[in-house]
């Protein structure tokens, strides 16, 4: 670990979820936040499937809304 991180002017309800959610894992509010920076900065969504992709892009109408012949 080369760096540390500064965070400013952070809404006191943010830091007391920060505080709770830290006891909560059993760790130091720090080292919650280096893991909620950790989790949301490497994850990597989950990879859909051609099916998936396909399945979920809506209807545009039927084929005969597209037939050019007069």
């Known amino acids: ?8 002017n952070v809404d006191e309800a943010v830091v007391q ?11 130091s509010a ?6 909620i920076l950790r989790a949301s900065l490497t994850a990597k969504p989950p ?4 099916a998936d992709v396909l399945a979920s ?7 005969e809304d597209f037939n050019c012949r007069p």
């Open 1 to 8: 670990m080369a760096t540390s991180l500064i965070v400013r």
């Open 17 to 27: 979820a920060l505080k709770q959610a830290a006891a909560a894992h059993g760790r």
């Open 30 to 35: 720090e080292a919650e936040h280096r893991e």
């Open 47 to 50: 990879r859909r499937s051609l």
């Open 57 to 63: 892009m809506p209807l545009a109408g039927t084929d």
